[in-house]
């Protein structure tokens, strides 16, 4: 990591309160096709200046959990042990990339971004995290479309405007 830098902290998880966003977004399992790669930098931090990851859930920035449960959630210990955490430091439960993109469209759609100005999920964004239309679709009908139980009408009403957008490109 070099000499001015080490691994961030990463908060304690549970699959109700997890790693999302970016940092999310930049792990994968073997075998899965989808992520936004910007290699160590999400997980790394400088020495003087450390810091901690986000989470999402309950307490988080945003919390999916009304609508999407634990849906998506998945242990990525085994990933994260030796260059970010030590081997047997326990689980570290971290959204799948569907999750960590409804996550960023709930934070959007919160903060009434989502239709008009959006600032993180872009239909462009989403086509570089996503890479097959079956991707979107999944993503669409199983993680956004539950989305709307959660939102008020004020809110309800950008997002329906916004939800058609999504689309591969």
């Known amino acids: 990591m070099g000499e001015h830098h080490i691994a961030v902290r990463i ?3 549970t699959p109700t309160r ?18 936004d ?3 160590d930098m999400p997980f790394v931090t400088l020495k003087d200046s450390p810091r901690t990851l986000n989470f999402a859930g309950p307490g988080g920035f945003t919390d999916t959990t009304p609508s999407l449960g634990s849906k998506g959630v998945r242990n990525m210990a085994h990933i994260l042990e030796g260059q970010y955490i030590p081997p047997g430091s326990g689980p570290v439960w971290v959204a799948n990339h569907f999750r960590a993109i409804a996550d960023y469209v709930l934070l959007d759609t919160r903060d009434c971004w989502s239709a008009r100005y959006p600032r993180h999920v872009t239909v462009r964004c989403i086509n570089q995290w996503l890479s097959t239309p079956a991707q979107i679709e999944h993503l669409v009908e199983e993680y ?23 689309a591969f490109d």
Do not use: C, D
């Open 144 to 166: 956004l479309k539950p989305l709307r139980k959660q939102l008020p009408s004020e809110e309800l009403e950008l997002y329906e405007a916004w939800l058609p957008t999504v």
């Open 11 to 13: 908060p304690v998880t």
């Open 37 to 39: 790669w910007h290699g």
């Open 18 to 35: 997890y790693l999302s966003y970016e940092a999310a977004l930049n792990l994968r399992l073997p075998g899965e096709q989808t992520g």
